[in-house]
């Protein structure tokens, strides 16, 4: 019996090492239209711990852009703003750095699927800094069309999805993950 439980346990750590999951490996069978649809539900789901932030679709956010109007506020960690970032986004340290130079702007903050960054929005409306928080965070924004940039400033069809339960990266996408239990 104690060999079972062993062998069930190493199948167990195998599969979450190599990301062999028959649920989660179908989301590569899926269309885009069906992942812009998990995501904005997971997305709703997430919502609920800070409703008083108000969001900006990714539709309004790529129009705030070609107006010159939006700053893109990464919440996400360093090494995922390495693999790729929204156009002159910059980082949370930077914007609390320097949050009086950026007074003309609509602040637009985001992460992979926009939790991280509501909470840091309503976090930040308790000190009295208004950040709108991207619907969706960069995955709706890639499936919506947007483009992604590299840490060079390049066009790049790669993103860190931080884990396999948000590994809805648009086909053609390279999905990045880090840690081996991500």
Request: aromatic letters at 10%; a positive charge; hydrophobic letters at 40%.
């Amino acid at each position: 019996m104690w060999k079972m439980i062993q062998i069930v346990l190493l199948c167990c750590v195998f599969s979450s090492i190599t990301g062999s999951n028959p649920s989660l490996s179908a989301a590569k069978d899926l269309t885009d239209v069906d992942k812009k649809g998990i995501v904005y539900k997971m997305y709703a789901d997430y919502k609920k711990k800070f409703p008083a932030v108000v969001d900006v679709t990714p539709q309004e956010a790529m129009r705030l852009l070609q107006e010159n109007q939006v700053l893109f506020v990464d919440i996400r960690e360093p090494a995922e703003m390495q693999v790729s970032m929204l156009p002159g986004a910059i980082s949370k340290e930077q914007l609390l750095s320097e949050s009086t130079r950026y007074s003309g702007y609509t602040i637009v903050g985001y992460c992979t699927i926009s939790y991280r960054s509501g909470m840091f929005a309503q976090k930040m409306a308790s000190k009295g800094l208004k950040i709108y928080n991207l619907k969706g965070g960069l995955l709706a924004w890639t499936l919506e069309g947007g483009k992604i940039y590299d840490a060079n400033g390049d066009v790049t069809k790669r993103i860190h999805v931080y884990g396999k339960k948000w590994n809805f990266a648009p086909n053609g996408y390279e999905a990045v993950r880090f840690r081996i239990l991500q």
